[in-house]
């Protein structure tokens, strides 16, 4: 037999028991919040950023892009290695819309494509990277409706 000591003593008495749930102190959790972008667009702007520094002369060198942004000369390397990547799947990454779980497409992921040749980039990343069939889908689909010029 169970025993019934930690139940109220008013449980079972058929009495009702009144919740109140003060919405105001809940309101700020209820209201949408602005979706922040993965975390493989701000880097792949990084790399974008550091490579328009070099290309124009305001820096002479990968490790004073280091030096100037508190990173190693490693880690500016691996930044801009993503600049490595086929054109498509850049596009793909510059096209993850807010929102997208941060370990959906991963720094990781993109930094395994980059040690293949951009041809095989693209089928290792249909295979590896959630969402990129679809959005070569979409541009097959955008190139058959584009009319003929």
């Not at 109220?8 to 919740?19: D, L």
């Not at 997208?100 to 290792?124: D, Y």
Request: proline residues 6%.
């Amino acid at each position: 037999m169970l025993s019934s000591d930690w139940l109220p003593s008013y449980a079972g008495s058929g009495r009702k028991v009144v919740a109140v749930v003060e919405l105001e102190a809940v309101k700020d959790s209820l209201e949408p919040r602005s979706l922040a972008l993965p975390p493989v667009v701000g880097m792949l702007e990084q790399a974008e950023e550091f490579q328009r520094l070099v290309m124009s002369g305001i820096v002479a060198s990968r490790a004073e892009l280091a030096r100037r942004h508190g990173i190693t000369r490693g880690r500016v390397t691996q930044v801009m290695s993503m600049l490595e990547l086929h054109p498509l799947v850049l596009a793909f990454v510059r096209s993850l819309p807010g929102g997208t779980g941060p370990r959906l497409v991963t720094e990781r992921k993109l930094r395994r494509l980059t040690h293949l040749s951009r041809e095989c980039q693209v089928n290792a990343a249909l295979e590896q990277l959630p969402g990129f069939a679809g959005f070569m889908a979409s541009l097959d689909w955008l190139c058959r409706c584009e009319p003929d010029g």
